[in-house]
């Protein structure tokens, strides 16, 4: 017991020295896709509406969430601070969620504190808390719906089904998430319709409001970017997913698969799984996109940590208990050097030198 103490308390030391070093070590960076947002926040704090240029209503943005959660800092401070700050709180909350979940039906916790370490060490979560988009706020929610679904709270299902909402509110693939969800609750529940009702509910709550506004506001039920969006990006998704792979500890999927084993944890793990998985299949479809980091990879490196600490944890047969350990910790050295060198294609990377020639230029422009 004093032993697994000290090794959580060191832990969530570690969490976070790292998440302020990684804030720290990113903090130059800012997208320029995110000026898109600022320019449309700024309009929008200033009474010339949602809008990229005056008397323009054209929707050339999806992240309305975003949008409003950034201008509540940005009426006292310029951008990008606007945005970097709400990030590294966003980063704060998801990870003390993570600490602090405690599941029921097993008994220890600490595993909240090790999926927690495995998310602060990633440096595509690092990136993108502070690269002035909505990544990081997309993976609170769709973090937060699932652990939400397995907390002990009475009316869990309409408050995931809020959350699922607010992602869908976030970016589109949200309500992606949402589907491959409510499936899986559908199937669990033996297709029980009056089961899925109240999830259903709350994310329509949401859902449905903000596709009115866009209808009368912009005269469209889709975003102008999304004519753009719905093509397979160039390189396709194999060269984007080796890319990126060491940065998302891709080491932690088998470990949370094999989880399903266990029957006493399949019900927990598989809904996370699923929603993991399938997202992962769609991404893999659609090429990815060109942005540094693996930014599509991220909204579901928390999940898939979470589920994989669970497994180690709660794994009672000794030996494959250490094969688990020893498979986390390979992914977590993967993955916490995956800014400078690449292990899995044993090649140096060039992704911060990427990103001060971008901030030069930047500047220039």
């Known amino acids: 017991m004093v032993k697994s103490k000290i090794l959580i308390s060191a832990l969530l030391i570690a969490t976070v020295i790292i998440t302020l070093f990684g804030a720290w070590n990113f903090w130059f960076y800012t997208v ?60 704060s909350l998801l990870l003390i969620s993570m600490i602090r ?6 008994d220890s916790g600490a595993y909240g504190a090790v999926s927690a370490f495995l ?12 690269a002035g988009l909505e990544t990081i706020l997309f993976t609170v929610c769709v973090t937060s719906a699932v652990l939400v679904y397995h907390s002990q709270l009475k009316r869990k299902l309409p408050v995931t089904g809020i959350i699922f909402g607010l992602a869908t509110l976030t970016r589109p693939e949200g309500a992606f998430f949402f589907c491959l969800f409510l499936l899986v609750v559908f199937i669990l529940e033996r297709g029980s319709v009056k ?19 866009r209808f009368f506001y912009y005269d469209a039920f889709l975003p102008n970017t999304f004519w753009v969006k719905s093509k397979r990006f160039q390189g396709g998704g194999y060269r984007y997913f080796t890319r990126y792979a060491a940065m998302t500890g891709f080491l932690m999927f088998p470990v949370a698969w094999a989880g399903c084993l266990n029957k006493n944890l399949r019900r927990v793990l598989l809904p996370n799984l699923i929603m993991a998985t399938g997202y992962l299949a769609y991404v893999y479809y659609i090429g990815g996109d060109w942005m540094p980091y693996g930014r599509f990879l991220i909204p579901v490196i928390p999940i898939v940590s979470w589920t994989a600490a669970v497994h180690v944890f709660h794994e009672k047969r000794r030996l494959r208990k250490h094969i688990l350990v020893i498979l986390l910790c390979m992914s977590a050295i993967i993955s916490l050097v995956s800014a400078r060198y ?4 044993f090649r140096p990377t060039n992704y911060m030198n990427v990103l001060t020639w971008e901030l030069t230029h930047f500047r220039q422009w």
């Open 32 to 91: 320029e896709d995110a000026y898109i947002s600022f320019r449309y926040c700024d309009n929008f704090i200033n009474g010339n509406g949602l809008v990229f240029n005056q008397g323009e209503n054209v929707e050339g943005y999806t992240n309305f969430l975003w949008q409003m959660v950034i201008s509540i800092p940005r009426l006292v401070m310029p951008f990008p601070i606007a945005a970097k700050i709400p990030g590294v709180i966003l980063l």
């Open 101 to 106: 979940m405690r599941l029921s039906s097993l």
């Open 342 to 345: 690449d292990l899995l294609r």
């Open 195 to 213: 089961a899925v009702t109240p999830v259903v509910t709350g994310f329509l709550v949401l859902v449905i409001p903000h596709a009115v506004f």
């Open 119 to 130: 998310v602060a060490i990633c440096p595509g979560i690092q990136m993108w808390t502070v």
